[in-house]
Antibody, heavy 121, light 110 residues
Framework: QVQLKESGPGLVQPSETLSLTCTVS????????VSWVRQPSGKGPEWMGR???????AYNSALKSRLSISRDTSKNQVFLKMNSLQTDDTGTYYC???????????????WGQGTLVTVSS | DIVLTQSPALAVSLEQRATISCKTS??????????MHWYQQKPGQQPKLLIY???NLASGIPARFSGSGSGTDFTLTIDPVEADDIATYYC?????????FGSGTKLEIK
């Protein structure tokens, strides 16, 4: 079945770079697009960006200067790197999958369990 | 960016109807499709898709949940409300980048 699992450091120092990995199973990254969504505690989610099935990327303009999303299709992994972290980057980070293969509706049908990232010295 | 506005909380009695609203700062319809989606999130869990494209029920979601609306005004209805529905509900638009979410409506029992 479709599974997504986020992994990465739980604690990041201010001004440092966050690196997260989303490992997927049950589908191919060359058929389905994967997005990163984050959520500060007690607040609504924020779409960060996506890796399209064809390898193209799209980013939230608010984060674009700090954010990079890449993938390794042979390992079924999607990566997030974001630099210059501040305390307001603290929250739970999710990877999500589009509902259908190819260019499909931009809603999030499958979610990983999320990984909590705390930015603190 | 398109801003989605939701009321912070809604209190309803069990077995009654809950109506959760989401208002957008711009029209999120295009070619007859409403690019509005709804999610349920329980504490400590990831969001769960309920409704996509305004009114389509996601797979495995009970028919007690329904979505309606168009343009800038959308509604998620739960009828009747069950105890398991206690959660926070978020709307999300995909009409324009960046995709944006509302701040959530917490459903509480009277």
């Amino acid at each position: 079945q479709v599974q997504l699992k986020e992994s990465g450091p739980g604690l990041v120092q201010p001004s440092e770079t966050l690196s997260l990995t989303c490992t997927v199973s049950g589908f191919s990254l060359t058929s389905y697009s994967v997005s990163w969504v984050r959520q500060p505690s007690g607040k609504g989610p924020e779409w960060m960006g996506r890796m399209w099935y064809d390898g193209d990327t799209a980013y939230n303009s608010a984060l674009k200067s700090r954010l990079s999303i890449s993938r390794d299709t042979s390992k079924n992994q999607v990566f997030l790197k974001m630099n210059s972290l501040q305390t307001d980057d603290t929250g739970t980070y999710y990877c999500t999958r589009d509902p259908l293969p190819g260019y499909s509706g931009n809603w999030f049908a499958y979610w990983g369990q999320g990984t909590l990232v705390t930015v603190s010295s | 960016d398109i801003v989605l506005t939701q009321s912070p909380a809604l209190a309803v009695s069990l077995e009654q109807r809950a109506t959760i609203s989401c208002k957008t700062s711009q029209n999120v319809d295009n070619y007859g499709i409403s690019y509005m989606h709804w999610y349920q999130q329980k504490p400590g869990q990831q969001p769960k898709l309920l409704i996509y494209e305004g009114s389509n029920l996601a797979s495995g979601i009970p028919a007690r949940f329904s979505g309606s609306g168009s343009g800038t005004d959308f509604t998620l209805t739960i009828d009747p409300v069950e105890a398991d529905d206690i959660a926070t509900y978020y709307c999300q638009q995909s009409k324009d980048y960046p995709f944006t979410f509302g701040s959530g409506t917490k459903l509480e029992i009277k």
